[in-house]
């Protein structure tokens, strides 16, 4: 069964840091395209970046709201991505989802709080 | 970066009742365009990709059409557990973007 389950959200403080993991099972991580998102509390959803595999060149991107303070890797021997999150401020309080691809599937998500 | 435009924002409709939602993009996107829906405390699940193709395991009630600006996604008889929101995104340019949902509701 393909699953993706994301871990590592919680309560922050505005400044800090959290690195969020998303780990997949039957699948091989190696062969897809892995993308964040979120969405903000009673919001829509929101692209946050992904992180290409290395036949699609390996490359990441990001939403411009988010460029230079987060930054999505991956460990493919181990079967998870990563979103590490940097200078986090109040409006990055969202759950955040990773998923297959380009957005074909997602994980159940985990909830990050930024507030003092 | 491109915007999408869906509406309506929410609806009510009653079960069997035929619904439409349609989705612009603000510039040509062809067909690179998802459908999701999200129940309440749950992630999206993609129904719809590629404007028209439906999902492996997706009822045949949903459908999508469409292409290049103008989008159109339809449940042809809502069941009960179609009450929910639904979002159009594109995947044609980065950043993907998302249209802002409809809530469909019960009558």
């Known amino acids: 069964e393909v699953n993706l389950v994301e871990s590592g959200g919680g309560l922050v403080q505005p400044g800090q840091s959290l690195r969020l993991s998303c780990t997949v099972s039957?699948?091989?991580?190696?062969?897809?395209?892995m993308s964040w998102f979120r969405q903000a509390p009673g919001k829509g959803l929101e692209w946050v970046g992904f992180?290409?595999?290395?036949?699609?060149?390996?490359?990441?991107d990001y939403a411009a709201s988010v460029k230079g303070r987060f930054t999505i890797s991956r460990d493919d021997s181990k079967s998870i991505a990563y979103l590490q999150m940097t200078s986090l401020k109040s409006e990055d309080t969202a759950v955040y989802y990773c998923?297959?691809?380009?957005?074909?599937?997602w994980g159940q998500g985990t909830l990050v709080i930024v507030s003092s | 970066d491109i915007q999408m435009t869906q509406s309506p924002s929410s609806l009510s409709a009653s079960v069997g009742d035929r619904v439409t939602i349609t989705c612009q993009a603000s510039?040509?996107?062809?067909?690179?365009l998802n459908w999701f829906q999200q129940k309440p405390g749950k992630a999206p699940t993609l129904l719809i990709y590629?404007?028209?193709n439906l999902e492996t395991g997706v009822p045949s009630r949903f459908s999508g059409s469409g292409s290049g600006t103008d989008f159109t996604f339809t449940i042809s008889s809502l069941h009960p557990e179609d009450f929910a929101t639904y979002y159009c995104?594109?995947?044609?340019?980065?950043?993907?973007?998302f249209g802002g949902g409809t809530k469909v509701e019960i009558k």
């Open positions: 998923a297959r691809g380009y957005s074909s599937l």
């Open positions: 039957g699948f091989t991580l190696s062969d897809y395209v």
């Open positions: 992180t290409k595999n290395k036949a699609s060149g390996g490359t990441t």
């Open positions: 510039q040509d996107i062809s067909y690179y």
């Open positions: 590629g404007a028209s």
């Open positions: 995104q594109q995947y044609q340019n980065v950043p993907l973007t």
